[in-house]
């Protein structure tokens, strides 16, 4: 066999077992939308003002005609929209749903916030996946009442916590609400007001057992909490895995020496402020129990299972056709 015939036969060949890399959907659209940037405590005590900010994501349909999908809002982490965004938009458009990417930075003028998490108030970005849910309920193509939000890192905090309903009934239009909440590697370090009253639909967490830079074990007693009061929520934890183990972009654990992370920080909402539980007094990124220096990694086996696992836990709740 030639050069040329075992190169077509290779191609060929990576076609069919990688189908996935070669994708396509149907219609993709960029929908800029109306937010703000607010101070977490203006975010806590319900303000509406801030400083106007014009965001934008990318919508993609799975397939032509005229029927309303099912659709996931993706929220991305402290490094913006990253390859593994894009992966996942592309790993739920095959199974038949619509993914809405939003990009929290760029209309900011951020690119990261990994080494300075004080560039942006943490919760900006759950106001900004509720004005995308707006924004969504009241596209043709969409149905409104099954609009789930997937978060990373950030991003996941955002998405588990977007899910209080004193959050909904500050930030969000009235009878809105995500159908799910699909939340990576959050950060569960801080014990807000009413944070245990959250909406009446499934939350589901995957984390890293080995996360030293969002650990899992902040986030047990607060799923052990919601569970006994009757909310469907479950905390995967998944062995020898690092923060983002379900991104191939970095293949072996390595540290990130800049990135800060509040893995020793205890923190809680008072009087509409987020106090360091230990000093007493508000919280800042300079706060000496913010450290540096966690470690990301991808892992083969965790990424397969969660990817399994998130494909019958959507097309389940969201009821994909």
Same mark, same amino acid.
């Given at each position: 066999m030639n050069s040329t015939r075992l190169i077509v036969c290779c191609a060929l060949s990576f076609l069919f077992l990688v189908p996935s890399a070669f994708a396509q959907v149907a219609r993709m659209e960029?929908?800029?939308?109306?937010?703000?940037?607010?101070?977490?405590?203006? !975010?806590?005590?319900?303000?509406?003002? #801030?400083?106007?900010?014009?965001?934008? #994501?990318?919508? @993609?349909?799975?397939?032509? *005609?005229?029927?309303? !999908?099912?659709?996931?809002?993706?929220?991305?982490?402290?490094? *913006?929209?990253?390859?593994?965004?894009?992966?996942?938009?592309?790993f739920l458009n095959e199974l038949g749903v619509a993914t809405f990417v939003l990009d929290a930075f760029t209309g900011r003028g951020l690119v990261t916030v990994s080494a300075d998490q004080a560039k942006l108030g943490r919760l900006n970005m759950i106001a900004d996946a509720y004005r995308a849910l707006e924004l969504l309920s009241k596209h043709p193509r969409i149905d409104p009442q099954r609009i789930a939000?997937?978060? !990373?890192? /950030? *991003?996941?905090? +955002?998405?588990?916590? =977007? =899910?209080?309903? @004193?959050?909904?009934?500050?930030?969000? +239009?009235? +009878?809105l609400s995500f159908a799910a909440y699909v939340v990576f590697y959050p950060d569960c370090q801080t014990t807000y007001a009413d944070g245990d009253d959250v909406a009446e639909k499934p939350i589901r967490i995957y984390s890293g057992?080995?996360?030293?830079?969002?650990?899992?074990?902040?986030? @047990?007693?607060?799923?052990?909490?919601?569970?006994?009061?009757?909310?469907?929520?479950?905390?995967?934890?998944?062995?020898?895995?690092?923060?983002?183990?379900?991104?191939p972009a970095t293949k072996v654990p390595t540290q990130s020496p800049q990135s800060?992370?509040?893995?020793?920080?205890?923190?809680?909402?008072? %009087?509409?402020?987020?106090?360091? =539980?230990?000093?007493?007094?508000?919280?800042?990124?300079?706060?000496?129990?913010?450290?540096?220096?966690?470690?990301?990694?991808?892992?083969?086996?965790?990424? /397969? %299972?969660?990817?399994?696992?998130?494909?019958? !836990?959507v097309t389940a709740t969201l009821k994909v056709k």
């Open positions: 960029m929908h800029a939308f109306v937010s703000t940037t607010i101070s977490d405590q203006q !975010f806590l005590s319900g303000e509406r003002g #801030g400083t106007p900010v014009i965001l934008a #994501g990318e919508l @993609r349909l799975p397939r032509p *005609g005229s029927e309303r !999908f099912p659709t996931v809002v993706l929220v991305h982490g402290s490094g *913006g929209v990253s390859g593994g965004v894009d992966s996942w938009a592309r939000v997937m978060g !990373f890192s /950030r *991003g996941g905090q +955002a998405a588990l916590y =977007s =899910s209080l309903k @004193r959050f909904q009934r500050l930030h969000l +239009a009235p +009878a057992a080995a996360d030293d830079y969002n650990p899992p074990a902040a986030c @047990r007693p607060y799923v052990e909490r919601l569970q006994k009061a009757g909310r469907d929520v479950r905390l995967t934890e998944y062995p020898d895995a690092h923060h983002v183990f379900d991104s800060q992370t509040v893995r020793r920080c205890r923190l809680e909402e008072v %009087e509409g402020r987020i106090i360091n =539980s230990d000093t007493k007094e508000v919280f800042t990124y300079e706060d000496p129990c913010v450290e540096r220096g966690p470690t990301l990694g991808y892992n083969e086996k965790a990424a /397969r %299972e969660v990817r399994e696992a998130v494909k019958q !836990f």
